[in-house]
């Protein structure tokens, strides 16, 4: 049995009433789903609330699913479309919060800490968070997750090409602003 065989499996036993087999899809996913919010959020707080609604969402929502991709892939276009909301949500209540800059000190604190250059790691993810979200969106399927640009075509829906081209535009501007935060 191939892994999506199993995956199809477990949808199909959980729609017939087994809970156990929706425990194990977010056992086999959860991970994942936080760790491409927390790439695209840049902190841990607001990848944690996401990852709650992406399985809520899974969880309301997994009866809808059509079997013509696979579960991955339809996770993935979840979890990126509700993290792209999130963030246009942040962004309009910062614009109208009186705590910004406590907000922002705190987030500061949030550092990634089993890497071995955390330093550079840090310098990635704030140059990450200074980019068009289309294109952190891109390099985080290509760089973090390994896609093809196939896979992030039928995840986000867009042309091969356009993706190409925001993966291009994103590489240069985060070696640009590294070298900038290393003078």
């Known amino acids: 049995m191939t892994e999506n065989e199993y995956v199809f499996k477990l949808v199909k036993d959980y729609l017939a009433g087994d809970e156990s087999a929706f425990n194990m899809i977010v056992n086999k996913y959860k991970d994942k789903i936080y760790w491409h919010a927390r790439r695209m959020t840049g902190n841990h707080l607001d990848a944690d609330e996401i990852v709650q609604e992406v399985l809520l969402v899974l969880y309301k929502k997994l009866k809808d ?12 276009r979840i979890t990126s479309t509700r993290t792209i909301n999130y963030l ?45 979200t289309k294109q952190r969106e891109v390099f985080l399927f290509r760089v973090y997750e390994g896609l093809s ?25 985060i070696m640009e ?7």
């Not at 604190?109 to 068009?132: G, H, S, T, W, Y």
């Open 65 to 76: 699913f059509q079997f013509k991709s696979s579960l991955y892939t339809w996770i993935y």
């Open 88 to 132: 246009k949500k942040k962004k309009i209540k910062q614009i109208f919060s009186i705590d910004e800059a406590t907000n922002k000190l705190s987030h500061a604190d949030d550092i990634v800490k089993n890497f071995e250059d955390k330093e550079k790691l840090q310098r990635v993810e704030n140059a990450l968070q200074k980019i068009p």
């Open 149 to 173: 640009y196939e896979e992030i075509s039928q995840i986000t829906g867009k042309s091969i090409g356009g993706l190409k081209a925001n993966y291009f535009h994103a590489a240069n501007k």
């Open 177 to 183: 602003l590294m070298k900038d935060d290393e003078k």
